[in-house]
């Protein structure tokens, strides 16, 4: 069975940072390309990052470049992102999700595992 | 890619059927998701591919559609049917955009 599980969310002030990680299992971690995702509350899903199963090929949203980095340890079937220069528009639930398929593909990006979320809040 | 839902709140009867509209602003091919999300819980993998049931989902959810307009189509609603759906274009490299959702409750 697969399972994801995150953690490292909590209270961070604007311009703090935090680590999130995700660890998996009941899959061959490093076939997969895994991705975050967020939800502002009260709001949708948003997609915003992505990275394929060796690690070598990652991916931003706009809205996150340049202030967060996703990586991953597949000795340790752990996915992580970074997140530096927090603002309030940051605070959210903070999802892994696992791709469908095992391929460097962008038809494999749809998600069919996630975790239960963490949820980071960002204030003075 | 933008990703348009409608309508933004689905209010149906127990029993009823209800249509799930989503629109892409070019077109994503079939490479389009369903998502489930209840509150409190992770989101669940409906439909992929546009029209292909992700494993264990009922056959009450039926997904279509291709190019730029796509329809979820959830037959009989029940209790455990309320959510907020999102569609997902998976066309090409990111971003991996999702609808704004529509929220689907019980009359």
């Known amino acids: 069975e697969v399972q994801l599980l995150e953690s490292g969310g909590g209270l961070a002030p604007p311009g703090g940072s935090l680590r999130l990680s995700c660890a998996a299992s009941?899959?061959?971690?490093?076939?997969?390309?895994m991705t975050w995702v967020r939800q502002v509350p009260g709001k949708g899903l948003e997609w915003i990052s992505a990275?394929?199963?060796?690690?070598?090929?990652?991916f931003y949203a706009d809205s996150v470049k340049g202030r967060f980095t996703i990586s991953r340890d597949n000795s340790k079937n752990t996915l992580y992102l970074q997140l530096n220069r927090l603002t309030a528009e940051d605070t959210a639930i903070y999802y892994c999700a696992k791709n469908e398929c095992p391929r460097h593909n962008p038809t494999c990006y749809k998600f069919d595992s996630w975790g239960p979320g963490t949820l980071v809040t960002v204030s003075s | 890619i933008v990703m348009t839902q409608s309508p933004a709140t689905l209010s149906v009867s127990p029993g009823e059927g209800a249509t799930l509209s989503c629109r892409a602003s070019q077109s994503v091919s079939s490479n389009l998701a369903w998502y489930q999300h209840k509150p409190g819980q992770a989101p669940r993998l409906l439909i992929y591919?546009?029209?292909i049931r992700a494993t264990g989902i009922t056959d009450r959810f039926t997904g279509s559609g291709s190019g730029t307009d796509f329809t979820l189509t959830i037959s009989s609603l029940q209790s455990e049917d309320v959510a907020v759906y999102y569609c997902?274009?998976?066309?090409?490299?990111?971003?991996?955009?999702f609808g704004p959702g529509t929220k689907v409750d019980i009359k």
């Open positions: 591919g546009a029209s």
């Open positions: 997902q274009q998976y066309n090409d490299w990111p971003p991996f955009t």
């Open positions: 009941g899959f061959t971690f490093n076939y997969y390309g």
């Open positions: 990275i394929s199963g060796s690690g070598a090929n990652i």
